[in-house]
């Protein structure tokens, strides 16, 4: 395995960092991690996603934009959507220069399933296998991707998170493609707050989905 560290130039001429992990053979599939503002591609979630695809002869692209720099302190949340989606396509786009991929995983937790959402109408993308976790429900561009995409999906999210919502789920599920999974007493951090046991076993659930998907 080798990990080869670049960047490209984002929105507003921000630097945005990414890495790609390449196996030791060459390879026609990509998974391509979209982490949170603040749980980042190395957070335990993301860490044994990227063992299970590494095992299984896959790169892994982690996209490791860094919006909680002081560089973005002054962005309004529209910016911050708008820079995370042209971070992200620049960021693709470029490491599928020259590659031939043909198989595609996109796992997106919160900030992240935003670009992942646009990412889903990128042509290359039709038939990529999707997780989301800890979706920004409360965005229409993520709610109407999920709801609507024919893509093979997953969803994970907590009762207890401030983006879940009731209503919103229930519309999840009337997608036949996606399978959306409710943990119970987790938040948005994926920890129940009152027993770190609950919260191990809920990271074993998304792994273990992740793992059979």
Request: include cysteine; charge should be negative; glycine fraction near 4%.
């Amino acid at each position: 395995m080798k990990a080869i560290n670049n960047k490209v130039i984002g929105y507003k001429g921000i630097e945005v960092p990414y890495t790609v992990v390449l196996t030791e053979d060459y390879t026609k599939k990509l998974a391509i991690f979209l982490p949170g503002a603040g749980y980042t591609a190395k957070s335990p979630m993301f860490h044994f996603a990227e063992e299970i695809f590494l095992n299984q002869n896959y790169d892994v692209l982690r996209v490791n934009y860094q919006y909680t720099d002081k560089a973005y302190d002054e962005f309004t949340m529209k910016e911050l959507n708008e820079a995370i989606v042209q971070d992200v396509r620049l960021v693709i786009s470029e490491v599928l220069k020259g590659r031939n991929y043909q198989e595609f995983y996109l796992i997106g937790k919160s900030l992240g399933t935003i670009a992942m959402a646009a990412e889903m109408k990128r042509p290359e993308f039709n038939e990529a296998k999707a997780v989301w976790v800890t979706p920004l429900m409360n965005q229409e561009d993520v709610l109407n991707t999920m709801v609507n995409s024919r893509n093979p999906a997953q969803c994970y999210i907590g009762d207890k998170d401030r983006y879940y919502s009731p209503g919103a789920f229930e519309l999840l599920k009337t997608n036949p493609s996606l399978e959306s999974t409710l943990l119970p007493d987790i938040n948005h951090r994926l920890d129940c707050e009152t027993d770190p046991l609950k919260s191990i076993d809920a990271l074993k659930q998304i792994i273990a989905g992740i793992k059979n998907f």
